[in-house]
Each structure stands twice: as C-alpha cells, then as structure tokens.
C-alpha cells in the first residue's frame, strides 16, 4: 500500500457496507453456490435438498461481557444465534462447529462452563457438535460458531420474496433484549464504582432472561409448518426490527407499512424502558438481539395466521414508492431507517 | 463454580486432549452427523453423497504476526490451511465463509488487502466465499475460516484406515514452513532491536515462501484419483510429520517404521537448519505447517506409488505393538512422540 495516501477508517462505514465492500469482488464458480452472501444463511445445492450455513462471530468486550455473563449463557447464547439464522431460512439445523480463542486467565473449568452452555443448546435443539478449533489468543475470549441445516429446496424462505399486500408478521415480543441489556450495564457501573453494592437484578427477570438466554423460535417455525403457512420472505431480528424489516424490504423492492399499536411489547419491557427513560416503540424498533421471527405471508393467510399463538400481524407491504414506514399511536407516518442497535447503543453511551 | 476449588490451567492440557475432554459428554442425536471431532474435517451425510466441514482459526500474535506478514497472505493461507483439511479427507472444497475480528487500528485498505489474499485463493482453488461474519475486537485480528466440501462416500478418506503392511506416503518435502518461520522471527528481533538494520530475506526464497504462501496440495489428490490409488488414511501434515503420523496410527490402531533416509528435506531447508544449528531432521519431523499430506496405500500399489511425481515413500505400517518408529541413518530405532510444534517452538525460544 501506498503511504502517502490516506486510509479509510472502518467506522467510516457500516457493518453491512462493509462486508458488501469488500466482497463486491467475488465471482462464485460452483453451481452449488445458490445463494451466497446478503441472507440469513448460504444455501447450497444438492440435489435432494438444499444445505443452509451460517456462521456467526462472538467477542469479548463487543458482543458479551464477562462481568455479569456466566460462561454458561455465552456458550448456550452463541449456539442460539446461529440456529435462529438457520430457522430464518426456514430449514432445520442438525450440525455445529465451535471454535474458541481464549488467552491464558481462562481456566480448564471455565471452559467446562461454556461448553456445558454449548452442549444445553444442543440437545434443546436436537443439533450435533460435529468439530471445531481451540486457539490461545492474546488477550480475551472469541467464540466461532457455524451452523449447517437442511431444506428441501421448495421450502426454503429467502428475504427477497415479500410482495404486495403480504401481512407482516412478528413473533413473541420486542425490546426486551435491549432493555435487558441496559439494566445489566448499570449495574456494572454501580458495581464498578464501589464494589460493595450488590447488583439490584430483582424484578427484571424477563428482561434478564432475553438478553442472557435467549431462544430461537424453532416453535414457529413448526407452527407455520402445520399450519400450512409458506413464508414469503423471513429473517430473525438480531439487528433490531427496523433494521431487519428494511433488509426485507431493500432486498424484496418493497415498501411497507406497520402500526406502532401493534407492535407487541412485553409489559416489563415497557416498564424499565420508562425507569430508563427509554421509549419502549424505540427500544422494539432499534434494539436487537430478540431473535424473534419476523416475516410475511400472503394476504390470503391471513386468517390462518390470526389463529397462531404468540405471533403479532404487525402491517402490511407495499409498493417500493411509498417508502417503509410505521404509523404510530398519533397517526403520522415516520420513515423507519436503517439504523439498528448501533446508533441505539452510542446515542444510549452519549 | 465453587471459588476454593484449585483451578486447572490450560498449559497443563495440550490442545487435543483439550477438546477431548470438553467434548466428551457429547452425544450425536443426528443419524447425518457421520463422523464429528476428531479427523481433518467432520462428514455430514445426505442420501446423494457426503458433506465434509472444517473449520479453523487464526490468531493475530499466535498464528501469524502482522509485522512481516502481509495482509494478504494471511488472507490466501487463511483459506488454504481449510482447504487442505478438505483434500486430506479426499473431499473437493466448493464454499467457504470468512469472519474477521479486527481492532479499530485497521483501515478499509487493510481489510481490502487481507480479502485480496482470500479472493486469490478462491480463484486458484476453485472456491466461493458465501457467507461469514465481521466484527470489531478489542485488541488484534482473529480469522474464522469454516470450508465446505463433497465427495462420494466410498471415496472418503478418514485418519483410521491404515492397515499393516501398507506404505506410508508423503508428498513434497518436509521442513520448509517452520524454518521459513525462524529467519522471519530472527529478522523480526534484529530489526526491533535496531530499526536501521533492513531485514535481510536473500537466499530464504523457497523456505519463505512456504511459510507465507502454502498451498494445498489439490494436485496430489488429482493424481491419486487419475493413478485410481485410493489411499487407506491420509491427514494434512499442520502440526509436523510426527505428531500427524502418530494421528494416523493411533486411530488406525497400528504402528510404523519410517527412515530418516527417505524423508524428503528441502537442499535451501537443510541449509538454513544448519545456519540456525537446527537439526534438519527434526524441523521435518515436528516443524510443521507444511500442509503437506501424509496418507497410506495398500501394498500392493508400490508400483503406481513410486511412479506419482512429488510422493516419497517414507516407511510401512506394522502391527500397534512394534511402536511408533523412526530408523535413522546410524540404524538406530527411536520412537517417535506426540510433541509437535508447540514443544518446538517453547524448546526454540528456551
């Protein structure tokens, strides 16, 4: 590289201009590859169904922290995540790899910890550690999990496929993660700033349990099965429900309408947002790490997917012109933008 | 866990008896997870051939170090050393996911070098990036590599299938990457103790590049296949011949003699191991990082064997109760021990 010119700070660009960046290069060369970056998961062909991989990544210090996670939740959390990306494409996870960096403060029994965390989340979901890497790294923990599931091609949910007029769809709740979050980190700060007050976590166990524990919706996904109900397009909120509806819409060239009143929102959600004086819609909208469902289904269902237990219709899709939107309690309509977790969480630190 | 318990260090375990014992409660519930820990990649099965998966991970300041090592060779070896665990399972790579862990020290046009590397090796290697994941890190860089691969079943080759009398088979020379690695390391200190003196890599050529570029040796396993010689077992050589060979044949259940005289070393190898009062020998046996493959092959196909370019016969399989063996040049026999590179390295740097 040349020295004289100048570089390009990464926070100059977001995560997903990032990885587009720097893979706009790429050519893919095997028929197999069916669908490559830009999902929940890679597929790739067979020809008696379809493979689903994903692979998610896991730092200390930016993904978890040590200081009030047990190593147990981080394992069973790490597998969890993955699988939520597989149950996203609609396929059913059988196999895991696990890798681990972690330097030398971690001892043989922390490991044990984490990999009990791994090995709970693998018979909850019926998947099989089938291999994986342990590495020292210099300082801190990295966990490497890659999930591998399988579909039959015709049934397998992309986020592309949303068309006019489909229901948009949630499952469980919103904002809980997040709002979970929120009360673990200021209970650090008290406790960092005099160790002798003992974190105050009564009350918030709900909350607590999403952002600790959380649950990939393997239950939807067999409830649509039964139900008959065919997704056209499908992701899990990680990102927040902004951020993962826009993917939705860009990816489907679609616009969208949804109604902050139908929004589920947990009522000890709503409660400690406004103890955080958060407000819980931006805590649904922006606040990640539900791992929640959220998809579209064709008008037609409709009445089929009013009988389903535990998921919201929460909108509508449109034509790409009218924009992505929410209309709230108060009737106006606010275009929803892309920004998820990330703004949240440096407009929370400002 | 209980605070007055004695912790267990992780030094006081090696890396595989490590994952042996955090993975031994596992149980597989999937009848496709046909073969999970404990070869160069793991077997998924389908009712139309065999899936094969491997992941590994590489550590800035453990696996590489970024002072003489270019970002884009980090990207190209990154992707090969997957590759390789592929071939040594006789399998075709066709997808790999990339995630990266990187501190905010590194700029868009450091990260476009490392994707260059890995774009090279899918290029060469007939591969394509689908997926992976990026993320900051609080310190350093760590890559996540997992590569996927087919192969009919019968055409599987596992580490357990040596029987006696077969010949054991290497292919290229043995050596090269780890003394590669000590002229890099040797330059690295002169250079931090006087940053004047300009690192002197004249005459390193072959071994430098070994340990910078490596490659996958896809022509061996083409050759193997056009010579219709099905290796028994066979494992890529990443952490050195001994501690690969003594893979093979604990899990075939079988011993070996091998002879110095036939293990292939490098003229430049030899040459630099004398410079650094190195014994050739033993940066061949325990060096590693060669990704070389080391495999067996029935008796009966001596002939076809010593007739494929770029393959030594170095020894044969005996029953398990002769031992795992070298003959040296003075006739002695010396049994060989599962210390690899890591015992090299700390023996290096004592």
Redesign the interface.
């Given at each position: 590289?040349d020295g004289k010119?100048k570089?390009?700070?990464?926070?100059?660009?977001g995560?997903f201009k990032?990885?587009d960046?720097?893979?706009k290069?790429?050519v893919?060369?095997?028929k197999?590859?069916l669908?490559?970056?830009g999902d929940d998961?890679?597929v790739?062909s067979?020809?008696?169904?379809d493979?689903v991989?994903?692979?998610?990544?896991?730092?200390?210090?930016?993904?978890f922290n040590l200081v009030y996670t047990p190593l147990k939740h981080i394992g069973y959390k790490s597998v969890v995540v993955n699988l939520s990306d597989i149950y996203a494409m609609n396929a059913r996870p059988?196999?895991i790899?696990v890798?681990?960096?972690?330097s030398?403060k971690?001892?043989?029994?922390?490991?044990?910890?984490f990999?009990a965390g791994v090995?709970l989340a693998?018979?909850r979901y019926?998947?099989?550690?089938?291999?994986?890497?342990?590495?020292?790294?210099?300082?801190?923990m990295?966990v490497?999990i890659?999930a591998?599931g399988?579909a039959p091609a015709e049934r397998l949910v992309y986020r592309n496929g949303a068309c006019i007029n489909d229901l948009i769809c949630v499952s469980g709740d919103l904002g809980a993660a997040y709002t979970g979050l929120q009360i673990l980190e200021r209970e650090r700060k008290i406790f960092e700033s005099d160790p002798l007050i003992q974190p105050d976590l009564a009350g918030y166990d709900y909350i607590l349990a999403r952002q600790l524990k959380p649950e990939a919706r393997i239950d939807i996904i067999e409830k649509l099965e039964k139900s008959s109900i065919l997704p056209t397009s499908m992701i899990d909120i990680s990102d927040g429900l902004s951020s993962d509806l826009l993917h939705i819409c860009t990816q489907s060239k679609v616009g969208c309408r949804i109604y902050q009143e139908k929004i589920p929102i947990n009522k000890e959600t709503a409660r400690v947002a406004g103890e955080l004086n958060l407000e819980p819609l931006i805590c649904a909208l922006n606040g990640g790490e539900d791992y929640e469902l959220l998809f579209t289904i064709p008008l037609g269902e409709a009445e089929k997917a009013t009988g389903l237990q535990d998921v919201s219709v929460i909108g509508h899709i449109t034509g790409q012109e009218k924009g992505i939107k929410i209309v709230t309690d108060g009737g106006s309509e606010i275009l929803l933008d892309a920004e998820g977790w990330d703004t949240m969480a440096s407009k929370n630190h400002s």
């Open positions: 590289m010119r570089l390009t700070q990464l926070s100059e660009l995560e990032l990885i960046h720097l893979t290069d790429f893919n060369q095997n197999s590859s669908k490559g970056i998961a890679a790739i067979t020809s008696n169904g493979i991989l994903t692979t998610d990544l896991l730092v200390e210090g930016i993904h059988s196999q790899t890798s681990l960096a972690v030398k971690f001892s043989l029994e922390a490991l044990e910890e990999y090995k693998c018979e019926c998947v099989d550690l089938v291999g994986g890497d342990t590495s020292s790294s210099i300082t801190g990295m490497s890659t591998v399988f």
